[in-house]
């Protein structure tokens, strides 16, 4: 096998291990070069069989001399028109609802934490702050957030829901220095119970919620560089 195609297998490789979750398909994920593969404005191609909702992936990128990653938020955009659902009339509609400053900023901590936290605990890399040629930038945001959460009603009705929200994370892998786009993926979900349980809406569970989704985001991602780290390694010895 020439140095081409044997670094081209290990593309392959690191995008099904970052991007497959627990189970595995039918197929194994591979990155569409074909003459008719989806290509992003920024020369990205389409990550078949992905477990994240759709992946794409630059082809003959190689992650495997990377020992560091430095982790940034790119901001978090609410779907609108939840503004609407301030009255009473539309509470009943199931939401969108509007999402206050302080749920908000309730949000972008939860995730935040989350993510530096369970990022830390891994022993496969370390987290830093600055660019460097062996640290590889890992940037997250939340896009069309959804909040399933009515405004507090006056007196003491009880409301209980299946889902706080939904939101999409979009993950992009980067390298540090250049700024150059290797890998974006993104996979919506809900904050809901395991099995889609109902629940009763309190800041306490709600929050619980929250954190149970972020914090499944972050094991994931966490869990899939780590392989991608060890699958590097091991393919260049």
């Not at 919506?188 to 629940?199: H, I, K, V």
């Amino acid at each position: 096998m020439n140095d081409t195609s044997g670094h081209r297998r290990r593309a392959t490789l690191v995008a099904a291990s970052l991007f497959m979750l627990a189970a595995c398909t039918a197929s194994p994920p591979a990155i569409d070069t074909g003459p008719d593969a989806e290509v992003t404005f920024d020369g990205l191609h389409e990550v078949k069989n992905s477990r994240a909702d759709k992946a794409w992936a630059r082809p003959g990128f190689d992650l495997s001399g990377y020992t560091k990653i430095m982790l940034e938020g790119a901001g978090i955009e609410y779907r609108p028109g939840g503004e609407s659902g301030r009255t009473s009339v539309a509470r009943s509609s199931g939401g969108p609802y509007e999402v206050t400053e302080e749920q908000k900023g309730r949000l972008r901590s939860v995730v935040t934490q989350a993510f530096h936290q369970e990022l830390g605990r891994s022993e496969q890399f370390e987290i830093v702050n600055e660019p460097d040629p062996d640290v590889l930038l890992v940037r997250a945001s939340l896009l069309d957030v959804v909040s399933s959460v009515p405004p507090e009603p006056v007196g003491r009705t009880e409301i209980y829901l299946r889902n706080v929200g939904e939101a999409t994370l979009v993950i992009e892998l980067r390298d540090s220095v250049t700024d150059a786009i290797l890998v974006r993926a993104m996979d919506r979900r809900a904050a809901q119970r395991p099995g889609g349980d109902m629940f009763e809406s309190n800041r306490v569970t709600n929050a619980t919620e929250v954190r149970r989704l972020a914090q499944t985001w972050a094991s994931l991602l966490r869990s899939r560089l780590e392989e991608l780290m060890g699958r590097g390694s091991a393919q260049n010895e």
